[in-house]
């Protein structure tokens, strides 16, 4: 999790380094990310997915702009 969670942070980071121009205008976005952890005792992706976007989700709630990590409890 630790390697996933440093890579997302990178393309984090260079999603908001960006910085288009159109017609004089310079625009810029942003990005929420989150990170679930595969665990053994997933019945599906759609819990691992679910994960992830409560993670998602949770970063716009915080502030946006960032990256968390939601572990299944007792993981």
Same mark, same amino acid.
């Given at each position: /999790?630790? +390697? #996933?969670?440093?890579?997302?942070?990178?393309? +984090? #980071?260079?999603?908001?380094?960006?910085? !288009?121009?159109?017609?004089?205008?310079?625009?810029?976005?942003?990005? @929420?990310?989150?990170?679930?952890?595969?665990?053994?005792? &997933?019945? @599906?992706?759609?819990?691992? /997915?679910? +994960?992830? &976007?409560?993670?998602?989700?949770?970063?716009?709630?915080?502030? +946006?702009?960032? !990256? !968390?990590?939601?572990?299944? @409890?007792?993981?």
């Amino acid at each position: /999790m630790e +390697r #996933a969670e440093a890579l997302a942070e990178q393309i +984090r #980071a260079g999603i908001e380094a960006l910085v !288009v121009e159109h017609e004089g205008e310079h625009y810029s976005v942003t990005a @929420s990310i989150g990170l679930a952890q595969i665990n053994p005792t &997933d019945t @599906s992706t759609k819990a691992i /997915m679910a +994960r992830a &976007d409560e993670g998602s989700y949770l970063a716009k709630g915080r502030g +946006r702009h960032q !990256v !968390v990590v939601v572990l299944v @409890s007792g993981a």
